[in-house]
């Protein structure tokens, strides 16, 4: 690595555990932040999860060689093109980003012929916290990280993009773009509507105060993915919206099938649903660890 | 107390937690437990939780003053039926059924002149695990108890079910009947619904392994209600019918609106309406310290 330098594009939760994580693995002795959220910056330099952060992305590109873009999605595509001018033909870029389809389309345009030196990635660790002050060294351990590399990746670079997730402690899978939007939008992008929708629904019923008073600790887990960030998960759902409409439509329909059940008061297919439900939920961790 | 005794009908995760409770507290230094599952009730008293285990409701009757009912709320007639010729002036029933308005119609159903001595009760205590190894003996503490008593309750019967609920760490509350039913199917049975409904829909779909493969903590969260036991939340579901329909056809409505903004790329108002849903979810902890 040019002077075992790291950039990284947005400091908040997954930039900034990155950013730690890297400098404890030995994977870099120096930590570039760029954020164009000046107090999110300046945060994460004050925690020091960032050696120096900048605003000047030729300064960066000249220090690092490795690049990591962990903002929003739909700021990929301006943070691709600000750094493209800059970018060595040594040097390798992958990102964060919670949808791949939109990432894809957006470094094809801006890119040109240094394409191939983009992995699109996703580390599946996000938390509720968010911004500088939830970063975490160990974050990335036991995680799983979706690559979706493309065409024009050499298999060298997808290596050593997947290096570094391993030294990290995560465990990497590839997958397919488009699968990759479609398996997500279902597990994660779907439960997030879900949880935000309920809250909000909540927050406008006339007698809120005594509902919150009375929710239980199950409401607290249902819920505490809809303290997630705002801007972040509207980007989310405007780029991968065809897929994410499609498992809102098919949600629906499984919602309206169920409250049929619950109209005819059909107790036994209610059992047989939960009972469906809960024994393969009661497996999942047993999925997760495959 | 008649001789220091308490006698729990069910004696799974809340039977089984209250019943350790009340002899940590001191209440009780006897407790007999009843349950239709003759394999519960052995592994409740084999691990402690009950001193001796019956289905002879005329002999616990003679031994124990107060009674906790803590079985699936479809069983509290049948039980309080049982109870009901073997009941002392002096005895008095409080249960912990998540619904109250089909418990009270079965209590008025079954108990004839004894009916004031039934306080309707529900503590928001749940776990995703259930039975009696999930028993644990300060599950109340701290916990919201929601007493709905009846008109036929004379003030010291409340007061001595509230007596008990607070020596055992809870905050007790009390609630009109009805309005315990709508509060809950908002805050419980419709997140219930809405969990169990996305785990049997990812169960049922085409890549449903991979998925549950790349799905991460957040997902965890949102359906770690969705192992609940399927029994219990089929009488939930039936007994508060009515008022779990209604909440479904508002969060139908609520999602369909999400739905709307998703396809019409509308990003301002899908940021404001998750802004608004993580500004109130974050302040969730302290409205449930009230």
Redesign the interface.
Known sequence: MKQNCVAVFGVGLIGGSFALAVRAAGIANRVVGIDSNRIAADRAWALGLVDAVTDDVEQAAHEADFFFVAAPVAQTGSILASLAPHLDPDSVVTDAGSTKGDVVTAARRVLGAKLGQFVPGHP?????QHGPDAALPELFRD??V?LTPIFENPAETVARVRGIWQALGARV?TLDVAQHDK??A???H????????????????P?A???????????????????????M???I??AN?EA??EE?????S???H??SL??G?D?AA??E??????T???Q??L??S?
Do not use: C, N, Q
């Not at 599946?124 to 509720?128: C, D, S």
């Not at 105060?209 to 801007?231: H, N, Q, V, Y």
């Not at 809102?248 to 629906?252: E, N, S, T, V």
């Open positions: 599946i660790a996000g938390r509720e995680r799983r979706i899978s398996v997500l279902a597990v994660s779907l439960p997030h509507m879900l949880a935000y929708a309920l809250v909000a629904h909540l927050a406008d019923s007698d105060l005594l509902k919150f008073e009375l929710a239980g600790a199950g409401f607290g887990d249902f819920t505490r993915i809809a303290a997630s960030s705002p801007e998960w509207r980007d759902a405007l919206r994410l409409i809102l439509d098919r949600y629906a499984a919602l309206s169920l409250r619950v109209a008061a107790g209610l059992e649903l939960f009972r469906r439900a809960s393969r939920r009661m999942w961790p999925d997760r495959r």
